[in-house]
T-cell receptor
């Protein structure tokens, strides 16, 4: 079945540092890929997505590129802020079956220190 | 606010009691999904509806769980005879059937004592 593997956290960075959170996936079909973010006490929010190979999703300074050859969708940001502290989830949606239910990774907690 | 809403936000119950949660999706969305999230883990798919039809149930959804979406609007998730292992955050999401992007509600946190 489909699966998503994320790097374990917590990831602790100083403000303005460069961020990378690794995500790799296994899918039987040709999935869409997502990053969701969960701030403390809040629900999941879509951060960015990509639907085909070599697509780059971007939002709020975050970027991720759909790499079919390495089955990866790593999240990057050039300069993190304290307000970026949250849990980040990589997910995929199986378009082949049409149901589009999301398969999530276990999440990576990011802590940004001033 | 036209986002996905869930009620209640928190529920504490004793083992063996029944509980019911409600989800109101974004009004034009015809798909509605339920997920369960335990501490330190990502959400896991439970079931989904297209309009009023329940199209799939995960093997995680035991016989004690039932979900409905009458008239294709709001949905309810009922857990009968709750167990301590049911303690989790229950998340609802909605989308258009033709779209990949799901929009999540704030969740209902269930604690079974």
């Amino acid at each position: 079945g489909d699966s998503v593997t994320q790097m374990e956290g917590p990831v602790t960075l100083s403000e303005e540092a460069f961020l990378t959170i690794n995500c790799t996936y296994t899918a039987t079909g040709y999935p869409s890929l997502f990053w969701y973010v969960q701030y403390p006490g809040e629900g999941l929010q879509l951060l960015l997505k990509a639907t085909k190979a070599d697509d780059k999703g971007s939002n709020k300074g975050f970027e991720a590129t759909y790499r079919k050859e390495t089955t990866s969708f790593h999240l990057e940001k050039g300069s993190v802020q304290v307000s970026d502290s949250a849990v980040y989830f990589c997910a995929l949606s199986d378009r082949q079956t049409g149901r589009r239910a999301l398969t999530f990774g276990s999440g990576t907690r990011l802590q940004v220190q001033p | 606010d036209t986002g996905v809403s869930q009620n209640p936000r928190h529920k504490i119950t004793k083992r063996g009691q029944n509980v019911t949660f409600r989800c109101d999706p974004i009004s034009e969305h015809n798909r509605l999904y339920w997920y369960r999230q335990t501490l330190g883990q990502g959400p896991e798919f439970l079931t989904y509806f297209q309009n009023e039809a329940q199209l799939e149930k995960s093997r995680l959804l035991s016989d004690r769980f039932s979900a409905e979406r009458p008239k294709g609007s709001f949905s309810t998730l009922e857990i009968q005879r709750t167990e301590q292992g049911d303690s989790a955050m229950y998340l609802c999401a909605s989308s258009l059937a033709t779209a990949d992007t799901q929009y999540f509600g704030p969740g209902t946190r269930l604690t079974v004592l």
